[in-house]
């Protein structure tokens, strides 16, 4: 089991940043892929990026990419998500996720954290 705790969210306004993280309870050795998801009130949940556990590839959905950045640091079991020139719609519950298979999918994490709010304002 891993166990993920994510932290970093807040209020923030419109065109401003945010930098979300993501720790992990274990070594991340034999977690291969990470990913960030988020999930407004009403919505689905959203995928947002996710990245191999090497760092060197990452994959973005067409809303978020250029202004969001996903990146690890395995030495810290750690994940983030740098969130640039935010907007109201961006505002919801993100998660970090985790899963054993190398593949950048958007669906099919085995762990998740407890999310974290964010919130933009006009």
């Known amino acids: 089991q891993v166990q993920l705790v994510e932290s970093g969210g807040g209020l923030v306004q419109a065109g401003g940043s945010l930098r979300l993280s993501c720790t992990a309870s274990?070594?991340?050795?034999?977690?291969?892929?990470m990913a960030w998801f988020r999930q407004a009130p009403g919505k689905e949940r959203e995928f947002l990026a996710a990245?191999?556990?090497?760092?060197?590839?990452?994959r973005y959905a067409d809303s978020v990419k250029g202004r969001f950045a996903i990146s690890r640091d395995n030495a810290r079991n750690s994940l983030y998500l740098q969130m640039n020139s935010l907007k109201p719609d961006d505002t919801a519950v993100y998660y970090c996720?985790?899963?054993?298979?190398?593949?950048?999918?958007?669906?099919?994490?085995?762990?998740w954290g407890q999310g974290t709010q964010v919130t933009v304002s006009s």
């Open positions: 990245i191999s556990w090497s760092g060197r590839d990452t």
């Open positions: 274990r070594r991340t050795l034999n977690v291969y892929t």
């Open positions: 996720a985790a899963k054993t298979v190398s593949i950048l999918s958007t669906t099919d994490y085995d762990y």
